[in-house]
């Protein structure tokens, strides 16, 4: 009788490991999660630099007047009072 009973709790123990090692709900979704989670880590950190270096460009904006003078004029061609404006034409060659 306890011989039948160890082989009955043996077979249910294998099944059990089973459906632990290939079911969608086990360890394979396990798996693909823990991988999931560290990519996601590390995008989460791509933006957190990404958004520490947009953090300092406003904070410099907001308080330094030369970020904004140099935005000025690379985004709006604007130039300063004291400055002067040379644009150069490339000659057309007669080629």
């Known amino acids: 009788m306890a011989r039948y009973l160890l082989i009955l709790l043996?077979?249910?123990g294998l099944g059990l490991q089973a459906e632990l090692w290939f079911s969608d709900d086990g360890f394979r979704k396990t798996r693909n999660l823990r991988?999931?989670?560290?990519?996601?880590r590390e995008h989460n950190e791509a933006l957190r630099v990404r958004n520490a270096a947009l953090d300092a460009e406003v904070?410099?904006?907001k308080q330094?007047?030369?970020?904004?003078e140099e935005r000025a004029r690379s985004?709006?061609?604007?130039?300063?009072?004291?400055?002067?404006?040379?644009?150069?034409v490339p000659a057309n060659d007669p080629d």
């Open 59 to 61: 904070v410099n904006l």
């Open 64 to 68: 330094g007047h030369e970020a904004a």
């Open 35 to 40: 991988a999931a989670v560290a990519e996601q």
């Open 10 to 12: 043996g077979i249910a």
């Open 75 to 88: 985004d709006l061609g604007m130039i300063g009072q004291a400055e002067t404006f040379y644009q150069v």
